[in-house]
């Protein structure tokens, strides 16, 4: 039976509930327990999938194809453990489970209550996902106090009455330091905690979100008033670089803590790695500017993973990455001054119409300007169009996402369009997803010569996937001939998941989303290549035929 850590946040939301449930579970893990994690989100919607980046920041896709929260990138981010569909539940999914018994009548005609009915599925959820680990740390969405979250706070109160000695409760939240009164305010904390009191909840650590470093005093003061430990009262300062978490809990002694309450057998800790990432992110060497060219630029959260592959990929050679969030709408135009000065582009995933020519004049500015390129899904479908509008000649090509009428419709839904060898490729229907969508890892076969071959250094690769149109293969032919390699194909190679062109110093673009496979310790082999090639653009080191590479 594994332990397990339950961590709740409370006063404001944002506090960093999933950096610091990461940052121990990494501290953890160096120390040689097997750990996991799960994410229990209190909204009602089945998954995020159908959420908007604006609201809710990225959809995190697992390699067994969940769409979930995106704190389960932090958790890959920071620990070796692969998520899965077990490591994020939500109240939608939850009564979803609870309704499919009751009208099978699993519950042998009994009322149906929250109590015990929804809190035994998730409890039943927790243990599932935890089991066959040392450890497994338990994120509860939200803070204390919400009326959407109460079923989880109680499931968890109960877990910890059952697991007794195996189980304990770490609490965030934030100590606000007023520089008019130039003094911290624990009274926040206070009534935080009260409130998880109220509920039946005893924290055994609290994590103190401030600006500033907790004294002695203070520390002992909300010790007092919460009935925690002195030593467990643990400042969570900000940090300078996320991967710093790890280092800086450690030092307070919060791994301490948790393996002698938990009674945990544990070696020491070994945070070399850490030490490595930190010290070639804050000790750069050189700059380089990326200009991000996508609609949802506005909210920092709708990219997270890639803003963070993009970071992980200048670690390599210490180089520090600039990003240039652009609105593509912006340059739908084809007013293109807002790239003049960058040393690389990207066009990320996406949906819909809106800002879709904006990307199309970025990756036409990239590519007759010999500028490095990087397209992601919707970025490899807008390369597509580009491609096909101004260098095959075909005016008007389009995907038929955005333009049904399209006389060229060069990307579209699988069923729209007949494959290479005549016969139509229907692709299952989600019901829940509300349509077709290729979703989770996918084995990728890559061209021998390519750059993606170079870059990868492997025949074949697994990325994972998240969109609905793809490639149309009526015009594999003519965009070769125009000088466009295919350099992955799917398994069966009916799909193209990798295109590029050799005349050009740097142009490559997938249909399927690596940053979900990026991490600070050893980054993922595109980012660092495209970060790498920008640098050498910036040096005038880049060559004019990647072939020649």
């Not at 700059?287 to 506005?298: I, L, Q």
């Not at 652009?326 to 996406?350: N, Q």
């Amino acid at each position: 039976m594994a332990s397990l850590v339950f961590v709740t946040g409370g006063v404001v939301s944002s506090l960093g509930k999933g950096l610091s449930s990461a940052s121990l579970a990494a501290i953890l893990e160096s120390r040689g327990l097997k750990v996991t994690m799960v994410k229990l989100d209190p909204y009602l919607n089945v998954d995020p999938g159908t959420m908007s980046p604006f609201q809710h920041g990225e959809v995190f896709v697992t390699g067994d194809g969940a769409e979930t929260d995106l704190d389960l990138g932090h958790y890959e981010r920071f620990i070796h453990t692969r998520m899965g569909q077990m490591n994020n539940c939500t109240t939608g999914r939850i009564y979803n489970n609870v309704l499919a018994k009751e009208r099978r009548g699993d519950y042998l005609g009994a009322t149906v209550q929250v109590i015990p009915h929804v809190t035994d599925e998730i409890k039943d959820w927790v243990r599932q996902a935890s089991e066959g680990y040392d450890v497994a740390l338990v994120e509860i969405g939200g803070t204390v106090g919400d009326i959407e979250s109460l079923p989880f706070l109680e499931a968890i109160r109960q877990l910890g009455v059952e697991y007794g000695r195996n189980a304990m409760f770490m609490h965030l939240t934030l100590v606000p330091f007023l520089k008019a009164a130039n003094e911290i305010k624990t009274k926040p904390t206070q009534h935080s905690v009260k409130e998880l009191r109220s509920i039946g909840i005893q924290p055994d650590v609290l994590l103190c979100r401030s600006e500033i470093e907790l004294n002695e005093s203070e520390r002992s003061k909300i010790a007092l008033f919460t009935n925690v430990p002195t030593k467990a009262v643990i400042t969570a300062l900000d940090a300078d670089s996320i991967y710093n978490i790890p280092i800086m809990l450690h030092e307070q002694g919060l791994d301490d803590i948790v393996v002698e309450r938990l009674g945990l057998e544990a070696g020491p800790a070994n945070l070399e790695d850490w030490r490595e990432v930190v010290d070639r992110s804050q000790n750069t060497q050189h700059k380089v500017t990326v200009a991000m060219v996508g609609k949802y630029v506005e909210h920092s959260d709708a990219y997270k993973s890639l803003t963070e592959a993009l970071s992980h990929g200048g670690l390599r050679q210490r180089i520090e990455v600039d990003i240039r969030r652009l609105e593509s709408d912006d340059l739908s135009s084809g007013d293109v001054s807002g790239l003049k000065d960058v040393d690389a582009i990207l066009v990320p995933g996406g949906f819909g119409e809106r800002g879709f020519e904006g990307k199309v004049n970025a990756i036409k500015y990239a590519r007759e300007n010999g500028i490095p390129y990087l397209g992601i899904c919707y970025g490899l479908q807008a390369a597509v169009v580009e491609f096909a509008r101004n260098v095959c000649g075909l005016e008007g090509a389009n995907t038929t996402e955005n333009d049904p009428e399209t006389p060229y419709p060069v990307i579209g839904l699988i069923t729209e369009w007949l494959d290479k060898s005549g016969k139509v490729e229907k692709r299952k229907e989600d019901s829940d997803l509300g349509g077709t969508m290729r979703l989770g890892g996918q084995r990728c076969r890559l061209r021998d010569g390519s750059l993606a071959r170079r870059l990868y250094g492997e025949d074949v690769v697994t990325e994972r996937h998240r969109h609905r149109y793809e490639f149309n293969n009526h015009y594999r032919d003519v965009m070769q001939k125009n000088g466009m390699v295919l350099s992955g194909l799917s398994m069966d190679e009916m799909l193209v998941e990798m295109i590029e062109l050799p005349a050009h110093p740097w142009f490559l673009a997938c249909q399927f989303h690596p940053e979900f496979n990026s991490n600070p310790r050893s980054g993922h082999p595109l980012f660092s290549g495209f970060i790498e090639a920008a640098l050498r653009g910036q040096q005038g080191e880049l060559p004019a035929n990647v072939a020649n590479l």
